[in-house]
Antibody, heavy 120, light 106 residues
Framework: QVQLQQSGPGLVKPSETLSLTCSVSGGSFSSHYWSWFRQPPGKAPEWIGYIHFNGNTNYNSSFRSRATISVDTSRNKFSLNLASVTAADTAVYYC??????????????WGQGTSVTVSS | DIEMTQSPSTLSASVGDKVTITCRASQTIETWLAWYQQKPGKAPKLLIYKASTLHTGVPSRFSGTGSGTEFTLTISSLQPDDFATYYCRQNFNYYTFGQGTKLEIK
């Protein structure tokens, strides 16, 4: 059974860097793409970016200058760093798997979500 | 960026009803469209991908149709567990979600 387990702080100060990690168990970590999303209260999820096992990344243009996604292939983990956060970055953050073995590679497994508040 | 517009934003229905949610893309996305169900405090759950393919384990009362710019999600006979928020999501060009449809008990 595939599981995505998120970790990271729930409170970040303005101007600092938000850092989250997603640990993957089960399935093939090397085959799929791994994404980060966020969901502000009462709004739809918003894609931040994704990474492949080989290190290739792609980002939403809205986050390209502040977001960095990295992968630790030895530990089946991937991480999100979002720099220079403001109150507008307050949201629930999710990691998710893009399943390349299904047609059109849908997002089929998600982490449990991390509620992040940006406040001093 | 591709914009996804869902309608209605809120839908009130009763157990046993048949309901349909519509999603419109701002440009063609072929069949690169998925539907998700989300309950409060939980991650989205994949229901349908490639516009009409039912994901493993999803009840057959859920169905999806459409291609190009117009898509629908239909629940044939509402069950108590179905009251939630539903999102469409395109991945023709990266990812964009619709604004959501909240399905409420009438």
């Amino acid at each position: 059974q595939v599981q995505l387990q998120q970790s990271g702080p729930g409170l970040v100060k303005p101007s600092e860097t938000l850092s989250l990690t997603c640990s993957v168990s089960g399935g093939s970590f090397s085959s799929h793409y791994w994404s980060w999303f966020r969901q502000p209260p009462g709004k739809a999820p918003e894609w931040i970016g994704y990474i492949h096992f080989n290190g290739n990344t792609n980002y939403n243009s809205s986050f390209r200058s502040r977001a960095t996604i990295s992968v630790d292939t030895s530990r089946n983990k991937f991480s999100l760093n979002l720099a220079s956060v403001t109150a507008a970055d307050t949201a629930v953050y999710y990691c998710a798997r893009q399943n390349v073995f299904l047609d059109e590679a849908p997002l089929d497994y998600w982490g449990q979500g991390t509620s992040v508040t940006v406040s001093s | 960026d591709i914009e996804m517009t869902q309608s209605p934003s809120t839908l009130s229905a009763s157990v046993g009803d048949k309901v349909t949610i519509t999603c419109r893309a701002s440009q063609t996305i072929e069949t690169w469209l998925a539907w998700y169900q989300q309950k409060p405090g939980k991650a989205p759950k994949l229901l349908i991908y490639k516009a009409s393919t039912l994901h493993t384990g999803v009840p057959s009362r859920f169905s999806g149709t459409g291609s190009g710019t117009e898509f629908t999600l239909t629940i044939s006979s509402l069950q108590p567990d179905d009251f939630a928020t539903y999102y469409c999501r395109q991945n023709f060009n990266y990812y964009t979600f619709g604004q959501g449809t909240k399905l409420e008990i009438k």
